[in-house]
């Protein structure tokens, strides 16, 4: 047997004390808590009250997910970070991890940015990385502080998003945890979500004004997604491995909009037991939205372990990305929970 293949050892999670309700938004703009809970699901989001709980909290979840697997720190030897709404950009979240966390070898650490994808491109990243025997240990994290970069008079947007944090380690093993995994984009509708970066103040080259504040062609990105995903899924995850979706125990999905999962959910006539939503109390977390969903769901007793679940994020880029994973039993340990 090999000792390369990726196993899910431990995930962790990390959600902000500060919550904002549909009825608070009523103080912004002209809308109402039905109005936004028929069209996304959402009643709350979470927000980081400022850069000092953000990072407390990432620190928090990278140890719970390192707790969970039943390592030292210091057997990390590999950080990745998924985060397009970061608190910062330099230092990187990966390196503010790895500083956190007092890991005083010089491991690899870096940042990328996939949005609502992040937590499948870092699995499909962990998965070659282990198979290949370069490292053994790679931590995972999601992060996307998604309220610092909303316009707060837009409902098209500021009514969907809340913040979070994921962390995961994938190990070196016998057994693999990765039963299926895919990664796939399409630049050429990657104008449906924007967020600009300014230039205004170099007087050497054309600045604009632009304001750092993310942008969607809100119908045109759920019409993409809801046209893709479900096909996505039963075409390409599960017939192209050769799973069958009844062999599967659970879907967690991105937790975009309910109507995203409900759409899925019927296509693989999965009863409701079997599909995992947070959605309605915590808004949209990029990245992070399908670990937190995973880790509260086995906090909770809604996923049992060992077990097998299907997974699916999507979003900016426009990327997307999906697989079957073991979460087997430890994976996340109630007495973890912080």
Request: with cysteine.
């Given at each position: 047997m090999t000792n390369n293949l990726p196993m899910i050892t431990g995930i962790g999670y990390a959600i902000p004390t500060k919550v904002v309700t549909n009825n608070d938004l009523t103080t912004l703009y002209d809308t109402s808590d039905e109005w936004i809970y028929s069209r996304t699901g959402i009643k709350e989001r979470h927000l980081f009250k400022n850069d000092a709980e953000a990072f407390e909290l990432l620190e928090k979840a990278a140890r719970q997910a390192i707790n969970n697997a039943g390592i030292d720190v210091e057997d990390i030897d590999l950080i990745i970070a998924a985060t397009s709404m970061p608190v910062q950009m330099m230092p990187t979240i990966s390196c503010t991890a790895q500083r956190l966390l007092g890991i005083k070898r010089n491991i690899p650490a870096f940042d990328f940015?996939?949005?609502?994808?992040?937590?499948?491109?870092?699995?499909?990243?962990?998965?070659?990385?282990?198979?290949?025997?370069?490292?053994?240990?790679?931590?995972?994290?999601?992060?996307?502080?998604?309220?610092?970069?909303?316009?707060?008079?837009?409902?098209?947007?500021?009514?969907?998003?809340?913040?979070?944090?994921?962390?995961?380690?994938?190990?070196?093993?016998?057994?693999?945890?990765?039963?299926?995994?895919?990664?796939?984009?399409?630049?050429?509708?990657?104008?449906?979500?924007?967020?600009?970066?300014?230039?205004?103040?170099?007087?050497?080259?054309?600045?604009?004004d632009d304001k750092q504040i993310l942008a969607m062609k809100g119908q045109d990105v759920y019409k993409f997604v809801a046209n893709i995903i479900p096909n996505y899924i039963t075409d390409t995850i599960l017939a192209q491995n050769n799973i069958d979706s009844d062999t599967v125990d659970y879907l967690i999905l991105h937790q975009a909009n309910q109507r995203i999962i409900k759409a899925v959910q019927e296509r693989l006539n999965y009863t409701d037991d079997k599909v995992i939503s947070n959605i309605e109390y915590l808004g949209n977390t990029s990245a992070s939205s399908i670990l937190i969903a995973m880790g509260e769901a086995i906090k909770q007793g809604k996923v049992k372990t060992p077990s097998k679940a299907i997974i699916c994020g999507f979003g900016a880029g426009m990327c997307w990305g999906g697989g079957v994973i073991r979460l087997r039993e430890g994976v996340f340990r109630k007495e973890n929970i912080f």
């Amino acid at each position: 047997m090999t000792n390369n293949l990726p196993m899910i050892t431990g995930i962790g999670y990390a959600i902000p004390t500060k919550v904002v309700t549909n009825n608070d938004l009523t103080t912004l703009y002209d809308t109402s808590d039905e109005w936004i809970y028929s069209r996304t699901g959402i009643k709350e989001r979470h927000l980081f009250k400022n850069d000092a709980e953000a990072f407390e909290l990432l620190e928090k979840a990278a140890r719970q997910a390192i707790n969970n697997a039943g390592i030292d720190v210091e057997d990390i030897d590999l950080i990745i970070a998924a985060t397009s709404m970061p608190v910062q950009m330099m230092p990187t979240i990966s390196c503010t991890a790895q500083r956190l966390l007092g890991i005083k070898r010089n491991i690899p650490a870096f940042d990328f940015s996939v949005a609502c994808s992040g937590f499948v491109y870092g699995l499909d990243i962990a998965n070659a990385y282990i198979r290949s025997g370069i490292y053994k240990n790679i931590l995972i994290l999601t992060f996307d502080n998604c309220s610092r970069y909303l316009d707060w008079t837009d409902r098209r947007t500021s009514i969907l998003f809340g913040d979070g944090i994921g962390a995961a380690v994938v190990s070196a093993g016998e057994e693999n945890d990765i039963l299926a995994i895919d990664i796939k984009a399409d630049g050429h509708v990657g104008d449906y979500i924007t967020l600009p970066v300014p230039h205004g103040n170099c007087p050497f080259v054309e600045t604009n004004d632009d304001k750092q504040i993310l942008a969607m062609k809100g119908q045109d990105v759920y019409k993409f997604v809801a046209n893709i995903i479900p096909n996505y899924i039963t075409d390409t995850i599960l017939a192209q491995n050769n799973i069958d979706s009844d062999t599967v125990d659970y879907l967690i999905l991105h937790q975009a909009n309910q109507r995203i999962i409900k759409a899925v959910q019927e296509r693989l006539n999965y009863t409701d037991d079997k599909v995992i939503s947070n959605i309605e109390y915590l808004g949209n977390t990029s990245a992070s939205s399908i670990l937190i969903a995973m880790g509260e769901a086995i906090k909770q007793g809604k996923v049992k372990t060992p077990s097998k679940a299907i997974i699916c994020g999507f979003g900016a880029g426009m990327c997307w990305g999906g697989g079957v994973i073991r979460l087997r039993e430890g994976v996340f340990r109630k007495e973890n929970i912080f």
